[in-house]
């Protein structure tokens, strides 16, 4: 996932999902703003945090689960997506 600094909301937004990761297979889009990371026994929200922190809560070991509370561009409710991470 590509993360970028959303301009209308203190979250990350996703900038660009790459085509055949998890998450762009899961329905993850361009301009979904990402809320809240769970991952590793860590759930934080995503309110202005660095994109650097973002993508080490993101990122880790193959075939482990990272998930994503995701509001999609223009849509009021919330979605949690659980990813399984690849290389």
Do not use: F, N, W
Not at 33 to 47: A, H, N, P, Y
Not at 71 to 77: F, I, L, M, T, Y
């Amino acid at each position: 996932i590509v993360l970028a600094r959303d301009a209308k909301s203190p979250y990350l937004k996703v900038d660009a999902p790459m085509p055949g990761t998890p998450a762009y297979d899961a329905g993850v889009r361009a301009d979904d703003l990402i809320l809240r990371v769970k991952s590793d026994g860590q759930d934080k929200s995503t309110e202005g945090m660095s994109i650097e922190d973002a993508r080490k809560l993101i990122m880790g070991d193959p075939g482990t689960r990272v998930t994503l509370t995701i509001q999609h561009d223009g849509e009021a409710a919330t979605e949690d997506v659980t990813l399984t991470r690849a290389v």
